[in-house]
């Protein structure tokens, strides 16, 4: 019998804490086909986290989980599946593309030239030219088709799009909805710009101070969750467990509620805007409760 | 097929989906038996999450406008005329309503309100397909 196990990703209680930062308690899961997006500041733990799943760091204790098998019996095994992408380029800048295929073939057993080949195509990337030349849209994709050429089941990025312009962030996210076209692969990516996961991210896992604050479908995060924005004596008619958070502004509160429907059956109040990500963040982050 | 996705209206992703494909098989744009196109395909072309599109097409099935046959796909099921035009009735309703409250703010009439709805009936009349199509969401 296959694994009927339909998470892709599963992390469970993951701890670690080194110099001053902690990551307490992570619990994730991914199922096969979906686009997950981490998000959250910068510092918040998207990197460790990141990190910590691939075993590129210790853990103090937890889980992790990938296609079925446990991460410290199995890594070697689970990471010809995965296909990463980080901050930091482990090849050489002085590299063409070519040098590069030249290189992989040599670490994957299962590399496919032909497709690499294709992806330089698609993302118009020249073959013979040394990295160093590329903006910093055709690096990304470089780095991506490095990462998806070897027909992995798990895509991991770590901020992919910063310091992109809308464009190749666009063209990027392209990508990402070609590679899960199949229903059997998935993506982790996290970012800090997060118009760019508002649409096409399934799930949306939110983590700050090295905790998970929200972890939730898209459509439950950006079409249940509202801010109501109210004055100082409309607030206080609110019942403390019909909101999640407020921040008080010069001349209106700001109220998150997670279920705007059921609010505004409850309460009659005027203004309720659909959040962004960034609202959604930025309350759960400076608000008060 | 036109679906056209709006981030400014307050209404959910999924459900302007969701409503767009409907009008479109109210309207019979879309015919019973028509093959949709595949969840992941459509949420790349509307570049919106597979969930969300999932969503739609869940919500079109629940209200009996497609079927999905597993490993097939998802397909116009047979209309059941009865049932559009239950739903219409209660949109009408529903819209006939705001009305007769914006109306009673006003005082407006009930006479003036029939009358406006026998002018309107009177120009629709001349052209029944177009008033079946003619809202816009």
Redesign the interface.
């Known amino acids: 019998m296959a694994n009927n196990n339909k998470n892709i990703l599963e992390v469970k209680n993951l701890n670690k804490e080194y110099n001053s930062f902690k990551l307490k308690d992570i619990n994730l899961s991914l199922p096969k086909g979906m686009i997950m997006g981490l998000i959250g500041e910068n510092g918040a733990g998207k990197t460790t986290t990141i990190k910590s799943i691939l075993n590129l760091t210790s853990i103090d204790s937890g889980e992790i989980n990938i296609f079925g098998m446990d991460m410290k019996e199995e890594a070697k095994k689970i990471k010809e599946d995965i296909g990463v992408v980080l901050d930091d380029s482990f090849l050489s800048e002085h590299l063409t593309p070519k040098d590069i295929n030249q290189i992989m073939k040599n670490i994957y057993s299962n590399w496919d030239e032909d497709l690499f080949l294709e992806y330089l195509k698609d993302f118009k990337l020249p073959l013979k030219q040394e990295s160093k030349d590329f903006s910093s849209g055709m690096k990304v994709k470089l780095k991506i088709a490095i990462a998806i050429s070897h027909y992995p089941k798990l895509l991991i990025l770590d901020e992919p799009t910063s310091g992109l312009d809308p464009v190749a962030r666009s063209e990027i996210l392209d990508i990402f909805q070609d590679f899960i076209q199949d229903g059997e692969s998935s993506i982790l990516v996290s970012s800090h710009i997060t118009s760019d996961l508002e649409h096409i991210a399934d799930y949306i896992t939110f983590i700050n101070d090295g905790k998970i604050l929200l972890s939730k479908t898209r459509d439950e995060l950006l079409e249940q969750f509202g801010i109501v924005r109210c004055s100082k004596e409309d607030f206080e008619k609110i019942d403390e467990n019909d909101y999640e958070k407020y921040k008080i502004n010069k001349y209106e509160y700001d109220v998150l509620v997670s279920n705007k429907k059921e609010f505004k059956r409850k309460y009659d109040f005027k203004v309720i805007d659909k959040p962004t990500l960034d609202d959604i963040m930025l309350i759960y982050i400076k608000g008060e409760k | 097929m036109d679906i056209i996705i709006s981030n400014s209206v307050?209404t959910?992703?999924?459900e302007q989906v969701k409503e767009q494909i409907k009008n479109k098989i109210v309207a019979n744009e879309l015919k019973a038996g028509e093959l949709l196109p595949s969840i992941?395909?459509l949420?790349?072309d509307l570049?919106?999450?597979?969930?969300?599109t999932k969503?739609a097409y869940d919500e079109l099935e629940k209200e009996g406008y497609v079927k999905t046959i597993p490993g097939k796909g998802t397909y116009v099921a047979n209309k059941n005329t009865e049932l559009i035009k239950e739903e219409q009735l209660q949109k009408v309703e529903g819209l006939i309503d705001t009305a007769v409250s914006i109306a009673k703010i006003s005082g407006i009439t009930k006479k003036e309100i029939k009358e406006m709805l026998d002018i309107l009936y009177g120009e629709e009349n001349e052209n029944k397909q177009k008033s079946i199509k003619g809202r816009k969401v």
């Open positions: 307050d959910p992703l999924y992941r395909s949420a790349k570049r919106i999450s597979v969930i969300t969503n």
